[in-house]
T-cell receptor
Framework: DTEVTQTPKHLVMGMTNKKSLKCEQHMGHRAMYWYKQKAKKPPELMFVYSYEKLSINESVPSRFSPECPNSSLLNLHLHALQPEDSALYLC?????????????????FGSGTRLTVV | GEDVEQSLFLSVREGDSSVINCTYTDSSSTYLYWYKQEPGAGLQLLTYIFSNMDMKQDQRLTVLLNKKDKHLSLRIADTQTGDSAIYFCAESPPWGQGGKLIFGQGTELSVKP
């Protein structure tokens, strides 16, 4: 299995809703990432988990709450979002933080969850 | 500093070669990557090059790295309509710097039949 699976693919939520995005990988990768991407722009890093511990929080507002229940799963809990939070949310994984040898060069991205906040 | 720059648009005819260029500023980067993003999809890793290499070829793709000028290019031979997408170059800082990928702005490739 060489994929990162994200669910749901599309999500529409109101500003008072609570929802969660899910990400799963079974490649044995120990680093997992959340990125936010606006249309035709590069992905922006939000969070990095390494060995199930939060390693980087890029000053993301607290209405986004990440969780890593185990080495294969990564969640992003959403609460009280704003319309400007509408974007494609991408999950990625890599063998380890900054690993530059071994078979898994680069970062494997999921297909993303397209989030619309109304 | 960390900065990766790309031109925003490229238009080519089917069957021609496409060359997408990228410049980066962090000379300590170890790996440089090319990702492809089709409309509505995630990012697909196309190819990568280690910073001590000058060139890498993979079927229709050729990556050239000029480390002195910090210039990276991706050449797609015999470009097809299915190659229409946004192409991002990205650099990976050395070990210990958090695994953060630095992306360029992306080049939108349009292939006309």
């Amino acid at each position: 299995d060489t994929e990162v699976t994200q669910t749901p693919k599309h999500l529409v939520m109101g500003m008072t809703n609570k929802k969660s995005l899910k990400c799963e990988q079974h490649m044995g990768h120990r680093a997992m990432y959340w990125y936010k991407q606006k249309a035709k722009k590069p992905p922006e890093l939000m969070f990095v988990y390494s060995y199930e511990k939060l390693s980087i929080n890029e000053s993301v507002p607290s209405r986004f709450s990440p969780e890593c229940p185990n080495s294969s799963l990564l969640n992003l809990h959403l609460h009280a979002l704003q319309p400007e939070d509408s974007a494609l949310y991408l999950c990625a994984s890599s063998q380890d933080l900054g690993v530059t040898d071994g078979p898994n060069y680069g970062y494997t991205f999921g297909s993303g969850t397209r989030l619309t906040v109304v | 500093g960390e900065d990766v720059e790309q031109s925003l648009f490229l238009s080519v005819r089917e069957g021609d070669s496409s060359v997408i260029n990228c410049t980066y500023t962090d000379s300590s980067s170890t790996y440089l990557y090319w990702y492809k993003q089709e409309p509505g999809a995630g990012l697909q890793l196309l190819t990568y090059i280690f910073s001590n290499m000058d060139m890498k070829q993979d079927q229709r793709l050729t990556v050239l790295l000029n480390k002195k000028d910090k210039h990276l290019s991706l050449r797609i031979a015999d470009t097809q309509t299915g190659d229409s997408a946004i192409y991002f170059c990205a650099e990976s800082p050395p070990w210990g710097q958090g695994g953060k990928l630095i992306f360029g702005q992306g080049t939108e490739l349009s292939v006309k039949p």
